[in-house]
């Protein structure tokens, strides 16, 4: 394995939303840099998007799923559409994306962009497709794991990854239970919180898998800047500071753990 290869498990970079200029230029700089980009949907449009511009861009591979911020205004079935086409387009070697995740998906009462029962019920819906098609998940869930735990559990099976995760040791026990990674980004290079920066220090290198969501959460010393997946790197070399071992050990193990989640 290339020694410099690291996977950015989630990342915005398809989404000519985030970034309506300087996408290739942010692709380019980010393979130069040896990164792997899972593209993580956040609505039909930014999915459909994900694939499209995974058939085009190598080294990435598009994740498929509603953001419980666009679950009023998304339903669940042009998602298991995505998934069917990806799948006819494998079996007909038509040009083809290999979808290997459903995401982003879950449970956001922080910001409440989506009433709560219809943020349940997508992810229940996504959940269900995650079963049917045997595919990882990327869970997004924001003060609301009293919630996300019982209806995960009705999907006994599902495995995947907590992005973004920044909340309690009980909830990472949780998680721990289940078989879910934690996805760790730019958050652990800036965070000022006590309890937040002692869980990114001891969470074991096998637990976890790295990520940046560019275009959010751009990891010191570069904030400010728009983030890029390039940036993953420094993500690695700051758990490699914090663990008292290298970046490449960090790079190694946290790439065979999203190997091995998302099947790549
Ligand atoms: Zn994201």
């Not at 861009?57 to 419980?68: D, K, R, S």
């Not at 965070?191 to 990520?211: G, H, M, N, R, S």
């Not at 400010?224 to 940036?231: E, H, L, Q, R, V």
């Amino acid at each position: 394995m290339n020694a410099r290869l690291v996977v950015d498990t989630h990342c915005h970079i398809h989404d000519s939303e985030f970034y309506p200029e300087n996408r290739e230029e942010a692709y380019s700089q980010s393979r130069t840099a040896g990164v792997v980009m899972f593209c993580v949907g956040t609505s039909v449009q930014s999915s459909r998007e994900a694939v499209e511009f995974c058939q085009t861009h190598e080294g990435c591979y598009p994740i498929v799923g509603i953001h419980p911020h666009d679950a009023k205004d998304n339903a669940a079935a042009n998602i298991r559409l995505l998934v069917e086409e990806g799948l006819q387009s494998l079996q007909s070697k038509a040009p083809n994306a290999n979808i290997i995740g459903i995401g982003e998906i879950g449970l956001d009462y922080f910001y409440d962009h989506s009433p709560r029962e219809v943020q349940i019920e997508r992810l229940r819906e996504q959940l269900q497709i995650a079963s049917d098609y045997n595919l990882p998940v990327s869970f997004h869930v924001r003060e609301a794991f009293d919630d996300f735990w019982p209806i995960l559990d009705d999907f006994p099976g599902i495995r995947g990854v907590l992005h973004s995760f920044t909340d309690t040791e009980q909830n990472y026990q949780e998680a721990k239970k289940r078989g879910l990674a934690i996805g760790v980004n730019g958050i652990s290079t800036f965070t000022k919180d006590a309890k937040q920066q002692q869980f990114f220090t001891e969470v074991p290198l096998e637990d976890i898998v790295l990520e940046t969501d560019a275009p959010f959460l751009t990891p010191k010393p570069f904030r400010g800047k728009m983030n890029i997946p390039a940036y993953v790197g420094r993500v690695a070399e700051h758990q490699a500071m914090l663990k008292n071992v290298s970046p490449t050990d960090v790079m190694r193990t946290t790439t065979a753990n999203a190997k091995s989640i998302f099947g790549i």
